[in-house]
């Protein structure tokens, strides 16, 4: 199962939801591979200080295989760094089938592959989503994130023709100030917009921002939008508690 997290408007949570998503299966006894495809490296540098080389993504467009780094019993990592930002500029057709084909020959060793993308609708972005058999989209309460869901809406249906298996498995609304009106007044809004794809809210919080200082998750925070999720990607039978 191959699980996307993506929105290519900034800062809205993707790397700190992929991050406990990962934590949040793993608990729960799957064997998870977290992919950071962002060159930021946001991911690779809340789970580790210490990179091994040999699992840098980079390695996949110097036609190498990385392997993958072990963070604990049931979590590895395919690390980033910013070597990988070139290639975005190169325009090889061939490298977008790199990551999918790489992770399916892979795939057997885990129950969950958990890819965090960059902020943008390139290269990376779009071979996650080749990849995936699901995507998970988390937006913030700004009408700017209503306006960009659109475009991103329309790059997964195009996507869609080259991967029919993709879908979406929700739309997760992060750092929601839910003391204010204007944020319950987004957050009905967004729920009768989305209706089914909307799979709840997280709660802004300290907490969850502490979350890269720390390296430690919170997955408190998420549990109730992650056992939604569970269930729309595992089934129900499968929801081990
Ligand atoms: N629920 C939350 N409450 C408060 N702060 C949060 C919450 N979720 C994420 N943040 C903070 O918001 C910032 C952006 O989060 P994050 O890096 O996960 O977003 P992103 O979408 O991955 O960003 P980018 O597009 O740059 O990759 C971080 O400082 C993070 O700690
Ligand atoms: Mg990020």
């Given at each position: 199962m191959i699980i996307t997290i993506a929105n290519q408007?900034?800062?809205?949570g993707k790397t700190t939801i992929a991050y406990h998503l990962v934590h949040y299966f793993a608990l729960k006894g799957r064997k998870i591979l977290a992919v950071d495809m962002d060159p930021q490296a946001n991911l690779t540098q809340t789970f580790t200080n210490k990179v091994n080389e040999?699992?840098?993504?980079t390695l996949l467009y110097q036609r190498k295989r990385p392997i993958p780094q072990k963070i604990s019993d049931n979590i590895d990592l395919l690390c980033n760094d910013i070597t990988t930002a070139i290639y975005e500029r190169r325009?090889?057709?061939?490298d977008y089938e790199k990551l999918k084909n790489y992770l399916n020959s892979v795939a057997s060793l885990y129950n969950a592959i958990i890819i965090d993308t960059p902020p943008n609708l390139g290269l990376f972005c779009i071979s996650a989503l080749l990849s995936a058999d699901y995507v998970v989209i988390p937006i913030d309460a700004s009408i700017y994130s209503l306006r960009g869901l659109g475009d991103l809406l329309a790059t997964i249906d195009e996507v869609r023709e080259n991967n029919e298996k993709l879908r979406i498995a929700g739309i997760i609304l992060n750092q929601l100030n839910v003391r204010t009106i204007v944020g319950q007044e987004v957050e009905k809004e967004i729920r009768k917009r989305f209706s089914k794809l909307y799979l709840g809210f997280v709660k802004q919080s300290v907490r969850a921002r502490e979350t890269a200082f720390m390296r430690?998750?919170?997955?408190k925070l998420y549990e109730e939008v992650f056992k939604e999720l569970e269930v729309r990607i595992f089934g129900e039978k499968e929801r081990l508690d």
């Open positions: 408007k900034g800062g809205v040999s699992s840098l993504v325009i090889n057709p061939l430690r998750p919170n997955v």
